[in-house]
């Protein structure tokens, strides 16, 4: 099995993962299908917000790259702020825990706090993407970018449980 083919099964939970599994492989036991994802939404967040961080610090000129990066935080957090809308588009259904998810039950007993924190950084990621769309120079990138790192630290603090010991994952 390929390797992309391992992380898709691994991903989607799909019977590959548990063959992988008796493969030998110290894999963890794959998590329930929307805390995959969900994870690898908000790593999707992290790398953007890196790639974007290094084009406006260094001596690089992608104004493209930076349009693009931003474009997908804004996209992200479309995707993200879609759980308030419908139930059937939920990213965090109720209970939807894994021992390997640090989402805590403060996202249930707070739907209204955590969607407001939801709402931050959609509206944080969109006022990002208009500048980098205009044009907006390096300096007015990385001041738009501090509140969305503002809005993921808020919601983060409030629904997010403290880091998995290595090896526990």
């Known amino acids: 099995m390929s390797a992309a083919a391992v992380a898709a099964a691994i991903v989607l939970g799909t019977p590959g993962s548990a063959s992988a599994q008796a493969a030998g492989g110290n894999q963890a036991p794959a998590s329930p299908a929307i805390v995959a994802y969900r994870k690898a939404l908000m790593n999707s967040n992290t790398q953007h917000m890196n790639a974007l961080r290094a084009l406006v610090s260094a001596d690089v000129n992608l104004p493209d790259h930076i ?78 970018l501090t509140p969305v790192q503002q809005s993921c630290g808020g919601c983060h603090m409030a629904f997010r449980g403290p880091a998995i010991p290595t090896g526990q994952q």
């Open 67 to 144: 349009k693009l990066h931003a474009r997908a935080l804004a996209d992200n957090g479309k995707l993200v702020a879609t759980q308030s809308a419908s139930a059937d588009y939920d990213m965090f259904p109720p209970a939807s825990t894994h021992a390997t998810s640090r989402a805590t039950d403060a996202i249930w007993a707070d739907r209204e706090g955590f969607t407001q924190r939801v709402r931050a950084f959609q509206t944080a990621t969109a006022a990002l993407n208009e500048i980098a769309q205009s044009g907006g120079t390096k300096e007015q990138i990385t001041a738009a």
